[in-house]
C-alpha cells in the first residue's frame, strides 16, 4: 500500500522549504534519507504518530518562462493532482495576498483536505493577527514558525487525522513491479510489448503519458504480476512531466509501491545524472533492481559494444553491482521473454531466508579469510549472526563493539554473503549488534 502524500503549496518566500526541511529532517524523519546517492530534496518520507507518509515541497517544482501567478497556480495543481492532504503555507508578516487567495480558490475546489498554516508567527503576539486569514475559507489557521520549529507538530496531528484507516488487501504471490527511467526511455513501448497489446499510447513526444495503470497479468508458468507505470498526471492543459524534478518525485512514489523496479536506460542516449538519482532512490528504499537497455536494436554493434556498455553501467553504478542488466528491444521484442523470469528469480531472492547455521558457517569462513579489524588497539569481535527481515534480506551480525564494525568491513561480510547465496538483484542489509 502507497503511503499517504502531504505536498507543502503557496506562494514564494512564505518558507515552504524550510517548513519541508523542518518535517523531512528532525526526529519526524526519515526513512529514505541515507547518505550516498545525490537527489534534489524535493520528496522525502518521514513518520509522524506512527503513520509513514511522503512529503512533496512543491516549492522546488521549477516551472519556467511561466508568468509569477501562473507558476504558483500550476504548483498548487500538481499538488492537488498528488497529494491525499495539502498544507497550505502563507505568510503572518505580511498577511493576506492576491497570490494567496488565487491559491485558495484552487484549492478550495480541491475537495481535498487544506490546512492553513500561518508562517513566520515567531511570537505570541502575532497569534493576534492571524485571524484575517479566516477569510481564505479554509477552516482554521494554524500560526507556525518553520524556523523556531513552533507549531509543526500541531499542524501534522491534523493532517495524519485526514489519512485513510482502510488497508489495502495484498497478495502475497503477486510480485509487483515498475518500470521507471527518464522520459522517452521506452517504458510505455516496453509495456504494452511486455502485454502484447496496447494498453498505454506511446508517443516520441516526452512525457506523454496521463493516468497512472496498473495492470495485472500472468506469466505461462502462471506466476502473478502486477506492472505500476511511472505515469504522468492527468492534467488539461500543460504537460508537467518534461521537468526533471516531476519525473523523479512521479518515480519515487511508483518505487514505494513496488517489489522490484525496471530501472529502464536508452541505449542510444546512455546513462544521465536523472538515471543515478532515481536508481539510488530505489536501492536505498530495499527495492529489487533490474537494470534493462531499451532500445538496443538500435545501436550499431561490434565485437565488444554490449561488454562495454555493462561496464559502463557497472562503473556509473558501483553501489548496484548486485542487478542484473538485460538489453532488449521493444519494437523487435528482443529478449523481452526473458523478463517475467527474470523479475521471479530476484523476487525468489528478496524473499529468501538462511538459517542461522548456515549464515554463520559462511560469516566464519569469511573472518578466517580476512580478520576482523582493530580501532585503537580494540579488535572486533563477531560472534554471530542471524537473518531478521526480507525484502530486502537483512541480516544482523551480533559483535562486541558496534562502533569497531567499520563499513568496509560490513561489505566484506556482505559479498562473502552474496558469494554463498547469490542474492542476484536484491539489496541485503548488515546490522551491527552489540551483544549483550
Known amino acids: 500500500m502507497a503511503n499517504p502524500t502531504i505536498a507543502i503549496v503557496g506562494r514564494p518566500n512564505v518558507g515552504k522549504s524550510t517548513i519541508f526541511n523542518r518535517i523531512a529532517g528532525e526526529r519526524i524523519s526519515i526513512v529514505e534519507d541515507t547518505p550516498g546517492v545525490t537527489r534534489d530534496r524535493i520528496y522525502a518520507t518521514g513518520e509522524w504518530l506512527g503513520r509513514e507518509f ?14 509569477f501567478m501562473e507558476q504558483i497556480k500550476h504548483q498548487a495543481e500538481i499538488a492537488i493532482e498528488e497529494a491525499d492532504v495539502i498544507i497550505f503555507v502563507a505568510s503572518g508578516r505580511e498577511g493576506v495576498t492576491d497570490a494567496d487567495e488565487l491559491v485558495a480558490r484552487i484549492l478550495y475546489r480541491s475537495n481535498k483536505p487544506v490546512i492553513l498554516a500561518v508562517n513566520k508567527v515567531d511570537n505570541p503576539e502575532m497569534r493576534n493577527d492571524i485571524y484575517e486569514f479566516y477569510s481564505l475559507g479554509l477552516g482554521d489557521p494554524f500560526p507556525i514558525s518553520g524556523s523556531h520549529g513552533l507549531g509543526i507538530g500541531d499542524v501534522l496531528d491534523e493532517a495524519v487525522k485526514h489519512f485513510s484507516t482502510e488497508i489495502e488487501e495484498e497478495d502475497d504471490e503477486t510480485i509487483k513491479f515498475s518500470l521507471i527511467g527518464r522520459p522517452n526511455v521506452g517504458k510505455s513501448s516496453l509495456i504494452n510489448a511486455i502485454l502484447g497489446e496496447d494498453r498505454v499510447i506511446v508517443s516520441e513526444i516526452e512525457g506523454t503519458t496521463r493516468d497512472a495503470i496498473d495492470t495485472h497479468f500472468e506469466s505461462e508458468d502462471g506466476q502473478k504480476f502486477l506492472m505500476i507505470d511511472t505515469a504522468g498526471m492527468r492534467k488539461r492543459g500543460k504537460v508537467y512531466e518534461s521537468t526533471e524534478k516531476y519525473s523523479v518525485m512521479r518515480a519515487m512514489r511508483a518505487i514505494e509501491r513496488s517489489d522490484i523496479v525496471l530501472m529502464v536506460l536508452n541505449a542510444e542516449e546512455g546513462i544521465r545524472e536523472q538515471d543515478k538519482k532515481v536508481a539510488g532512490y530505489a536501492h536505498e528504499a530495499g527495492r529489487g533492481i533490474i537494470i534493462v537497455v531499451n532500445k538496443w536494436d538500435t545501436v550499431e554493434k561490434e565485437t565488444n559494444t554490449m561488454r562495454d556498455f555493462e561496464e559502463e553501467i557497472r562503473d556509473e553504478f558501483q553501489y548496484l553491482d548486485y542487478a542484473p542488466i538485460i538489453f532488449v528491444s521493444a519494437l523487435t521484442k528482443q529478449r523481452l521473454n526473458k523478463l517475467p523470469e527474470l523479475i521471479e528469480l530476484v523476487s525468489m531472492n528478496q524473499n529468501l531466508r538462511i538459517p542461522s547455521a ?14 576482523t579489524p582493530t580501532d585503537k588497539g580494540k579488535r572486533l569481535k563477531v560472534f554471530y549472526g542471524t537473518q531478521v527481515a526480507i525484502k530486502p534480506p537483512t541480516f544482523v551480525i551480533f559483535v562486541n563493539e558496534e562502533e569497531l564494525m567499520h563499513f568496509s568491513y560490513a561489505r566484506f561480510l556482505e559479498n562473502q554473503i552474496r558469494k554463498a ?11 551491527p549488534r552489540r551483544r549483550k
Open 54 to 67: 511522503s512529503i512533496i515541497d512543491t516549492g522546488g517544482i521549477e516551472l519556467s518562462d511561466e508568468p
Open 358 to 371: 548456515l549464515l554463520n558457517d559462511v560469516v566464519m569462513d569469511a573472518i578466517a579469510i580476512n580478520p
Open 421 to 431: 547465496f547469490t542474492f542476484e538483484g536484491t539489496p541485503i542489509k548488515i546490522i
